[in-house]
T-cell receptor
Framework: AQKVTQAQTEISVVEKEDVTLDCVYE???????LFWYKQPPSGELVFLIR??????QNEISGRYSWNFQKSTSSFNFTITASQVVDSAVYFC???????????FGAGTRLFVKA | GAGVSQSPRYKVAKRGQDVALRCDPI?????LFWYQQALGQGPEFLTY????????KSGLPSDRFFAERPEGSVSTLKIQRTQQEDSAVYLC?????????????FGQGTRLTVV
């Protein structure tokens, strides 16, 4: 069975601080996909990134960066120089090759204070 | 429209009432998903359609839940004889891919409150 654990329920930072959101996943499949989504107060989930299990290269997109480590089954997300607009709930998620469902973690609520 | 549209945005139902939740996916998207999101939790998979075919309904919590997508576009999630535990946000997502390994576009959800 697949599982995604986001141990941090809530994180509060002051604007311009860096913050890392942790994600640990479990699967026995060798081909799988990892995602991060952002859920602002409006409710819709916004796609941020997808990685497949064969690509462990870290990725940077503006202030966002992701660290994928298969050895520790982790896919952590770092926001550099956080801004108030980053305040949202962030979900890490997992899907397996050939499957139709995506397994979401419980989410981490990020508060960025001005 | 440009995105996934869900209606109604909010629904209050009396226990025992039947409800129907609508999802308009992005035009041309083959895949359509329904998720249930309880307060403070992540979305949980309910069912998946590829065009009009319901290929996975393993997440539907009981036989009171029924989903359809008869023409491969608009989908309806129906809940019969609603119970308080059905209170949640119901999210619809669509994707141009036939599998859930590319990004999905989510609607804003329907918040169902059963009283």
């Amino acid at each position: 069975a697949q599982k995604v654990t986001q141990a941090q329920t809530e994180i509060s930072v002051v604007e311009k601080e860096d913050v890392t959101l942790d994600c640990v996943y479990e699967t026995r499949d060798t081909t799988y996909y990892l995602f991060w989504y952002k859920q602002p107060p409006s409710g819709e989930l916004v796609f941020l990134i997808r990685r497949n299990s064969f690509d462990e290269q870290n990725e940077i997109s503006g202030r966002y960066s992701w660290n994928f480590q298969k050895s520790t089954s982790s896919f952590n997300f770092t926001i550099t120089a956080s801004q108030v607009v980053d305040s949202a709930v962030y979900f890490c998620a997992l899907s397996i090759e050939g499957g139709f469902k995506t397994i979401f973690g419980a989410g981490t609520r990020l508060f960025v204070k001005a | 429209g440009a995105g996934v549209s869900q209606s109604p945005r909010y629904k209050v139902a009396k226990r025992g009432q039947d409800v129907a939740l609508r999802c308009d996916p992005i035009s041309g998207h083959v895949s359509l998903f329904w998720y249930q999101q309880a307060l403070g939790q992540g979305p949980e998979f309910l069912t998946y359609f590829q065009n009009e075919a319901q290929l996975d309904k393993s997440g539907l919590p009981s036989d009171r839940f029924f989903a359809e997508r008869p023409e491969g576009s608009v989908s309806t999630l129906k809940i019969q004889r609603t119970q308080q535990e059905d209170s949640a946000v119901y999210l619809c997502a669509s994707s141009s891919n036939r599998r859930m390994n590319t990004e999905a576009f989510f609607g804003q959800g329907t918040r169902l409150t059963v009283v």
